[in-house]
């Protein structure tokens, strides 16, 4: 996992000098995985419960958990720094919504916990969730440059809106069936899978990010790393035409940030379609 991150942290620099490093540390993190998964198998009570995990619903609930890791922590991550650096909001600022963001999407896992209860359908509310919100992504991702403050706040609200149908239908697809002798190895696998998703996710979408700003102009992506870590006020000393051009490309690049959110939203719509536990 350590090659892997180090391997997409390089590639945000779009340099070719760092090709053999990035080939050589993608090497390492596929070698590394293919014996990691070669001595679990061999082991009689292996980490990783590689049996329980060729189960679908097991192996696809996983993977949606990973999903959905993936665009939420990069939500969390990456949106306030557009607020600030972009629109010039303070980060203060943003803690109100954040907050009302987390009440929605603990609401939200409320409801849907209610309706799994009351129906027995699981899948069926993650599908739909999942369905808007990469709508919403892609509607940010193409008018993000144009509108992005609004396009912000409305991709709040429905991401944590409808994200909280996701978790707790995986946790209950998940336990139903890895039966109750595995329930232990079945729940730690979702928290695992969420937590490499989110890791992977982040550090994807950051690679995207600033590779789409050093392809655009080198000295922009400097700039831009510059100002998330001192504030997004650094390019208010700049010349009115400069800014201007500065904010359009950092603008460009964040579209395509939202859409490479979407995919990981559309590969969990794709998984929630085909998990074949669909009622419990």
Sequence with gaps: MAATLLALEQAQQVDLRTLPAIS??????ITALVLLLRQEGRMPAPLIPLALLRRPAVWRSDALAACHGAALVSL???LPIYLEVVRGASPSANRPPACSAHCRNWNSSLVT???VSKTGLTTLYPSLGLVLVTAEYCGAGLLGGRDQYGC???VTFVEWLFMGTVMGVVQVTIQSASGALRLGEAAASVQFSRSIGAAFGTALVAAVLFAVLSMKNPEIGRLFAT???RGGQLASSLPSTQQATVHAMIADAFRAAFLSIAVFTTMG???ALTIPLRRI
């Design 24 to 29: 050589g540390l993608l090497a390492i993190g």
């Design 76 to 78: 969390i991550t990456f």
């Design 113 to 115: 916990g209610q309706l």
């Design 152 to 154: 912000a706040g409305l």
């Design 227 to 229: 100002m998330v870590e």
């Design 269 to 271: 719509c794709v998984l």
